[in-house]
Protein backbone atom coordinates (compact mmCIF):
# COMPACT_ATOMS: atom_id res chain seq x y z
CA UNK A 1 0.00 0.00 0.00
CA UNK A 2 2.79 2.16 0.83
CA UNK A 3 4.44 2.17 -2.83
CA UNK A 4 0.93 2.46 -4.16
CA UNK A 5 0.11 5.70 -2.38
CA UNK A 6 3.61 6.89 -3.44
CA UNK A 7 2.85 6.02 -6.84
CA UNK A 8 -0.47 7.94 -7.15
CA UNK A 9 0.46 11.31 -5.18
CA UNK A 10 3.12 11.45 -7.85
CA UNK A 11 1.21 10.92 -10.22
CA UNK A 12 3.00 7.96 -11.39
CA UNK A 13 6.52 9.66 -10.95
CA UNK A 14 5.90 13.17 -12.45
CA UNK A 15 6.33 14.92 -9.44
CA UNK A 16 9.85 13.94 -9.08
CA UNK A 17 10.91 15.59 -12.12
CA UNK A 18 13.01 18.34 -11.16
CA UNK A 19 11.68 21.30 -12.29
CA UNK A 20 8.57 22.68 -11.38
CA UNK A 21 6.93 18.90 -10.29
CA UNK A 22 3.68 20.56 -9.36
CA UNK A 23 3.24 22.23 -12.67
CA UNK A 24 4.77 20.29 -15.23
CA UNK A 25 3.60 16.89 -13.16
CA UNK A 26 0.12 17.61 -11.65
CA UNK A 27 -0.97 20.34 -13.41
CA UNK A 28 -0.45 19.32 -16.93
CA UNK A 29 -1.67 15.47 -15.74
CA UNK A 30 -5.24 17.71 -15.07
CA UNK A 31 -5.04 19.04 -18.53
CA UNK A 32 -4.45 16.09 -19.70
CA UNK A 33 -7.02 14.35 -18.15
CA UNK A 34 -9.63 16.83 -19.00
CA UNK A 35 -9.19 17.19 -22.50
CA UNK A 36 -10.38 12.95 -22.41
CA UNK A 37 -13.71 13.82 -20.24
CA UNK A 38 -14.47 17.43 -20.80
CA UNK A 39 -17.47 16.35 -23.35
CA UNK A 40 -19.54 14.51 -20.43
CA UNK A 41 -20.47 16.31 -17.98
CA UNK A 42 -21.09 13.50 -15.39
CA UNK A 43 -17.94 11.52 -16.34
CA UNK A 44 -16.11 15.21 -15.66
CA UNK A 45 -17.22 15.26 -12.77
CA UNK A 46 -17.04 11.57 -11.27
CA UNK A 47 -13.25 11.97 -12.24
CA UNK A 48 -12.82 14.70 -10.81
CA UNK A 49 -14.52 13.75 -7.40
CA UNK A 50 -12.29 10.24 -7.74
CA UNK A 51 -8.91 11.98 -8.21
CA UNK A 52 -10.09 14.33 -5.43
CA UNK A 53 -10.76 11.60 -3.15
CA UNK A 54 -7.54 9.55 -4.10
CA UNK A 55 -5.53 12.63 -3.80
CA UNK A 56 -6.58 13.22 -0.01
CA UNK A 57 -5.56 9.80 0.69
CA UNK A 58 -2.60 8.78 -1.43
CA UNK A 59 -0.77 12.31 -0.59
CA UNK A 60 -1.90 11.92 3.33
CA UNK A 61 -0.01 8.44 3.28
CA UNK A 62 2.79 10.11 0.74
CA UNK A 63 3.36 12.93 3.52
CA UNK A 64 4.36 10.38 6.11
CA UNK A 65 6.51 8.27 3.94
CA UNK A 66 8.68 11.19 2.62
CA UNK A 67 8.39 12.88 6.09
CA UNK A 68 7.58 16.34 5.07
CA UNK A 69 4.77 18.03 5.35
CA UNK A 70 3.26 18.62 1.57
CA UNK A 71 6.85 17.65 0.13
CA UNK A 72 7.02 18.85 -3.71
CA UNK A 73 7.18 15.72 -4.95
CA UNK A 74 3.05 15.48 -4.31
CA UNK A 75 1.82 16.66 -7.05
CA UNK A 76 -1.83 14.64 -7.06
CA UNK A 77 -3.20 17.51 -5.46
CA UNK A 78 -2.25 19.83 -8.71
CA UNK A 79 -4.11 17.22 -10.80
CA UNK A 80 -7.54 17.10 -8.60
CA UNK A 81 -6.93 21.27 -8.54
CA UNK A 82 -6.53 21.41 -11.80
CA UNK A 83 -9.61 19.06 -12.84
CA UNK A 84 -12.01 21.02 -10.23
CA UNK A 85 -10.42 24.65 -12.29
CA UNK A 86 -12.33 23.38 -15.28
CA UNK A 87 -15.48 20.93 -14.31
CA UNK A 88 -18.49 22.11 -15.87
CA UNK A 89 -17.23 24.86 -17.70
CA UNK A 90 -19.40 26.16 -20.84
CA UNK A 91 -16.37 26.44 -23.44
CA UNK A 92 -14.09 23.89 -23.18
CA UNK A 93 -11.69 25.30 -25.62
CA UNK A 94 -7.85 25.00 -25.83
CA UNK A 95 -7.84 29.29 -25.07
CA UNK A 96 -10.25 28.60 -21.81
CA UNK A 97 -8.21 25.86 -21.14
CA UNK A 98 -4.60 27.60 -21.43
CA UNK A 99 -6.17 30.28 -19.40
CA UNK A 100 -7.54 28.06 -16.77
CA UNK A 101 -4.00 26.36 -16.00
CA UNK A 102 -2.44 29.74 -15.86
CA UNK A 103 -5.12 30.90 -13.64
CA UNK A 104 -4.87 28.10 -11.63
CA UNK A 105 -1.12 27.81 -11.67
CA UNK A 106 -1.24 31.44 -10.08
CA UNK A 107 -3.98 30.88 -7.28
CA UNK A 108 -2.33 27.98 -6.15
CA UNK A 109 0.95 29.95 -5.53
CA UNK A 110 -0.56 32.74 -4.34
CA UNK A 111 -2.59 31.35 -2.65
CA UNK A 112 -5.14 34.12 -2.13
CA UNK A 113 -8.79 34.98 -0.17
CA UNK A 114 -7.68 33.16 2.87
CA UNK A 115 -6.91 29.83 0.69
CA UNK A 116 -2.75 29.65 2.68
CA UNK A 117 -5.11 28.39 6.04
CA UNK A 118 -6.65 25.35 4.02
CA UNK A 119 -3.26 24.31 4.02
CA UNK A 120 -3.27 23.82 8.24
CA UNK A 121 -5.43 21.11 7.57
CA UNK A 122 -3.99 17.93 8.27
CA UNK A 123 -2.64 15.12 6.12
CA UNK A 124 -4.04 14.64 3.03
CA UNK A 125 -7.06 17.15 3.69
CA UNK A 126 -4.55 20.12 4.18
CA UNK A 127 -2.52 18.99 1.17
CA UNK A 128 -5.62 18.84 -1.24
CA UNK A 129 -8.03 21.07 0.18
CA UNK A 130 -5.85 24.38 -1.35
CA UNK A 131 -5.77 23.36 -4.66
CA UNK A 132 -9.66 22.27 -4.54
CA UNK A 133 -10.45 26.18 -3.04
CA UNK A 134 -7.78 27.30 -5.92
CA UNK A 135 -9.23 25.36 -8.31
CA UNK A 136 -12.85 26.79 -7.11
CA UNK A 137 -11.81 30.10 -7.67
CA UNK A 138 -10.00 29.77 -11.25
CA UNK A 139 -13.74 28.28 -12.22
CA UNK A 140 -15.27 31.21 -10.91
CA UNK A 141 -12.97 33.29 -12.76
CA UNK A 142 -13.20 31.93 -15.99
CA UNK A 143 -17.19 31.78 -16.02
CA UNK A 144 -17.14 35.50 -15.55
CA UNK A 145 -14.39 36.26 -17.92
CA UNK A 146 -16.56 33.80 -20.81
CA UNK A 147 -19.82 36.08 -19.58
CA UNK A 148 -18.02 39.09 -20.25
CA UNK A 149 -16.03 38.31 -23.61
Excluded at 40 to 46: E, G, M, P, V
Excluded at 123 to 141: F, S
Aim: hydrophobic share 55%; proline share 3%; glycine share 12%.
Amino acid sequence: MRSLAKLLATCFCLGYIPVAPGTFGGGLLGVGIYLLIAQNNFINLAVTLAVTVIAIWSSGQAETLFGKKDDQRIVIDETAGMLVAMLWLPDTSLLYLGLGFAVFRVMDIVKPLGIRKLHDLKGGWGIVADDIAAGLVTNIILRIVMRIT
